[in-house]
């Protein structure tokens, strides 16, 4: 017999979530059989089986979450789990009386270290939990699990956050934002997090607060890419083949700035390294919003494909993205993310840096603008977007010429499909 504990399916993973199960209690196993989908914090996977055998039980059902490592299902693989030996009696005869409670037995064998608070927090509480009880200064004691064997997770400390932030608060005491009666006076209701946004909560909070952020923002003069963008459009549907988008072209671009500035591709590590790491790859992640939360999956070696190339590749993660069918591998290894909300019309925007790159670039829409050439004022498309940059690694004048740079690409199409 042996446990089927929930497994690491990603490098920044800390519980599961279980979105369906293949097989119930009494259904046989076969080796690389499905046996569960799993939803992680970057996408949905599916777990194989790595033993043949028996289910003998579901131990976490459909819609609950685990942490690594928690047993989820339990498998007859055919061989006995050893008995322990039974206690022996006074005279070293075997005992042969009814079953000790778990109390007697502890009480009679060896003595057992006493678990510490830390080691019971531990136990019973996500790593999350754990991390805001910590920053808190929370008794975990207090509160009671509902995740999987009573295990606190982070709806758990609601209450308990609550009256920390009113017993640290400053000046007059003021309502909290939320509770039982402001509750039924909004109409509100409980929507859970997925796991995936739970993750983007918690990494994009820790990217806000812990990475020194600044933002350069520039425009571009498009007008000559939106008209080589049509001509080279109405070639491509002569020939059968996809449409290219300006956001295409924009992540060529970006890949070729990146090379022409490869500081910029580069992370930093932590504050006991003397070194950064300097990317020689080209990854640019898409930032797209699916029904499932925000999920980024990237474009590697974006500056050896063409516009074309990355076009194709590009709807094609992002079809795979919004039905939950993006691969880990697929969302791995990104050195630069682009965050384009131009086709919901909004001019400009600020974007959170995506750990652990260094930077990330918020485009903006493409829209005519008056503009003097020469004596005259005429309506020409421009674009705005805006890096973020972490400032341990990058400084302002890089960031500036990064943007000099891709401007000056997006201003001279040609060079973007030469």
Same mark, same amino acid.
């Given at each position: 017999? +042996?446990?089927?504990t929930?497994?690491?399916?990603?490098?920044?993973?800390?519980?599961?979530?279980?979105?369906?199960?293949?097989?119930?209690?009494g259904?046989?196993?076969?080796?690389?059989?499905?046996?569960?989908?799993?939803?992680?914090?970057?996408?949905?996977?599916?777990?194989?089986?790595?033993?043949?055998g028996?289910?003998?039980?579901?131990?976490?059902?459909?819609?609950?979450?685990?942490?690594?490592?928690?047993?989820?299902?339990?498998?007859?693989?055919?061989?006995?789990?050893?008995?322990p030996?039974?206690?022996?009696? @006074?005279?070293? @005869?075997?005992?042969?009386?009814?079953?000790?409670?778990?109390?007697?037995?502890?009480?009679? !064998?060896?003595?057992?270290?006493?678990?510490?608070?830390?080691?019971?927090?531990?136990?019973? !509480? @996500?790593? %999350?939990?754990?991390?805001?009880?910590?920053?808190?200064?929370?008794? %975990?004691?207090?509160?009671?699990?509902?995740?999987?064997?009573?295990?606190?997770?982070? /709806?758990?400390?609601?209450?308990?956050? /609550?009256?920390?932030?009113?017993?640290?608060?400053?000046?007059?005491?003021?309502?909290?934002?939320s509770g039982?009666?402001? $509750?039924?006076?909004?109409?509100?209701?409980?929507?859970p997090?997925?796991?995936?946004?739970?993750?983007?909560?918690?990494?994009?909070?820790?990217?806000?607060?812990?990475?020194?952020?600044?933002?350069?923002?520039?425009?571009?003069?498009?007008?000559?890419?939106?008209?080589?963008?049509?001509?080279?459009?109405?070639?491509?549907?002569?020939?059968?083949?996809?449409?290219?988008?300006?956001? $295409?072209?924009?992540?060529? !671009?970006? !890949?070729?700035?990146?090379?022409? &500035?490869?500081?910029?591709?580069?992370?930093?590590?932590?504050? /006991?390294?003397?070194?950064?790491?300097?990317?020689?790859? +080209?990854?640019?992640?898409?930032?797209?919003?699916?029904?499932?939360?925000?999920?980024?999956?990237?474009?590697?070696?974006?500056?050896?494909?063409?516009?074309?190339?990355?076009?194709?590749?590009?709807?094609?993660?992002?079809? %795979?993205?919004?039905?939950?069918?993006?691969?880990?591998?697929?969302?791995?290894?990104?050195?630069?993310?682009?965050?384009?909300?131009?086709?919901?019309?909004?001019?400009?925007?600020t974007?959170?840096?995506?750990?652990?790159?260094?930077?990330?670039?918020?485009?903006?829409?493409?829209?005519?603008?008056p503009?003097?050439?020469?004596?005259?004022?005429? %309506?020409?498309?421009?674009?705005?977007?805006?890096?973020?940059?972490? &400032?341990?690694?990058?400084?302002?004048?890089?960031?500036?010429?990064?943007?000099?740079?891709?401007?000056?690409?997006?201003?001279h199409?040609?060079?973007?499909?030469?």
């Amino acid at each position: 017999m +042996i446990d089927i504990t929930m497994p690491r399916l990603s490098d920044t993973m800390e519980e599961g979530t279980i979105v369906a199960w293949h097989k119930k209690a009494g259904d046989p196993v076969v080796v690389g059989e499905i046996l569960v989908d799993i939803e992680t914090d970057k996408a949905m996977m599916e777990y194989e089986a790595y033993e043949a055998g028996t289910i003998v039980e579901i131990l976490v059902a459909e819609g609950g979450v685990a942490t690594i490592g928690t047993p989820i299902a339990r498998l007859d693989n055919g061989q006995a789990t050893p008995a322990p030996a039974a206690p022996a009696t @006074s005279q070293g @005869s075997p005992a042969t009386s009814a079953p000790l409670e778990r109390s007697e037995v502890v009480t009679m !064998a060896s003595p057992l270290p006493v678990e510490t608070e830390e080691d019971a927090q531990h136990r019973i !509480a @996500s790593p %999350l939990v754990r991390k805001l009880a910590r920053e808190h200064h929370l008794d %975990l004691r207090q509160v009671r699990g509902s995740g999987p064997g009573g295990r606190i997770i982070r /709806a758990d400390l609601d209450d308990l956050l /609550a009256a920390a932030e009113v017993e640290g608060s400053k000046g007059p005491t003021m309502p909290l934002a939320s509770g039982p009666l402001l $509750d039924a006076k909004r109409g509100s209701q409980e929507i859970p997090f997925t796991n995936v946004r739970r993750v983007i909560a918690r990494r994009l909070g820790e990217s806000a607060r812990t990475v020194p952020h600044f933002y350069v923002t520039a425009v571009a003069d498009v007008e000559d890419l939106v008209q080589l963008r049509s001509n080279l459009n109405d070639q491509l549907v002569a020939t059968g083949r996809a449409k290219v988008s300006v956001n $295409d072209m924009l992540i060529r !671009a970006c !890949a070729l700035a990146l090379r022409e &500035h490869p500081l910029v591709n580069a992370s930093y590590v932590n504050d /006991a390294s003397s070194t950064m790491l300097v990317h020689e790859r +080209i990854n640019v992640g898409i930032a797209v919003a699916s029904t499932n939360g925000l999920v980024v999956p990237v474009i590697t070696d974006a500056d050896k494909k063409t516009v074309s190339e990355l076009g194709t590749e590009a709807r094609q993660l992002v079809t %795979l993205a919004g039905s939950k069918g993006v691969s880990l591998d697929q969302m791995s290894g990104g050195t630069f993310t682009i965050s384009n909300l131009g086709m919901f019309g909004v001019e400009e925007f600020t974007a959170i840096i995506n750990p652990p790159e260094g930077a990330i670039l918020a485009v903006g829409t493409t829209r005519r603008e008056p503009v003097g050439v020469g004596d005259e004022i005429v %309506l020409r498309h421009r674009m705005r977007y805006t890096l973020s940059a972490d &400032h341990r690694i990058i400084d302002g004048a890089l960031a500036a010429q990064f943007l000099q740079t891709l401007t000056g690409l997006l201003e001279h199409p040609l060079s973007l499909i030469v």
